[in-house]
């Protein structure tokens, strides 16, 4: 925040987030949202909760004391927001307030794009086959939900079985890639996260998983580079 508050345009930054229940246990969801809130703070900014039941006012651009939202951070995913009955109005907002994350952020949540990168880059090495609709002759595949997280109704299949993880998703179709054997480390099997800001590495994050699926239930593993 240090560097890039500028880029929130109001010296007072108002920060609207869903504030957390005082009854109910966090969730993740709960746990970044005030990690981030107190980045927030220490950068000199301010933040003002809201309940998520509430989220109709942030996509009017107004808080709950009809003050206008300068810039807001959310978690709930673009994709839901605009087929709900106030999301258009989301759009109409969007060069008003300034939104963390911002709405080109569902071409990236959309794994339709990796089909697109292989038909663009066939043959990269940083890149595996992938395609939309199904398989394509690919003898072991992994299946994805365009739209889906955390592993949910992911399913590989390979020589040797196939293997799924149950959830709620699926209704929007799904990208098949080629099936890569992951490392395993003692019946472990970890995978990288990279974050890039501004075009620079700014951190890797570490997944562990006991089985093939990656899922909410994965440990976050610390390492040390030296």
């Known amino acids: 925040w240090g560097d890039s508050g500028h880029l929130v345009p109001a010296r007072i930054r108002p920060f609207s987030h869903p504030r957390p229940h005082p009854t109910r246990p966090r969730g993740d969801g709960t746990s970044v949202i005030c990690s981030f809130v107190s980045l927030l703070r220490q950068a000199h900014g301010s933040a003002h909760g809201t309940e998520r039941r509430q989220r109709r006012f942030p996509v009017l651009g107004i808080d709950l004391d009809s003050k206008k939202i300068e ?35 569902m071409l990236l949540a959309n794994k339709g794009i990796l089909a697109i990168l292989w038909e663009l880059f066939a043959g990269h090495p940083n890149l595996v086959e992938a395609q ?20 949910a109704n992911v399913f590989i299949k390979t020589l040797g079985g196939a ?11 799904y990208v098949y890639q080629e099936f890569v054997k992951l490392s395993d480390f003692d019946g472990f099997h970890p995978i990288v996260g ?33």
């Open 71 to 105: 810039s807001i951070f959310k978690l709930y995913p673009w994709e839901w927001v605009i087929h709900e009955e106030f999301g258009n109005h989301a759009l109409d907002t969007y060069r008003k307030t300034v939104w963390i994350e911002p709405i080109w952020k």
């Open 132 to 151: 939309i609709g199904y398989e394509f002759g690919m003898k072991e595949y992994v299946r994805k939900p365009l739209l889906g997280r955390e592993g």
């Open 163 to 173: 293997v799924e993880n149950p959830g709620n998703y699926g209704e929007e179709g």
């Open 194 to 226: 990279s974050w890039v800001i501004a075009g620079e590495s700014a951190g890797i994050g570490i997944r562990e998983s006991d089985g093939l699926i990656t899922n909410n239930l994965s440990r976050f593993v610390p390492h040390l580079m030296e």
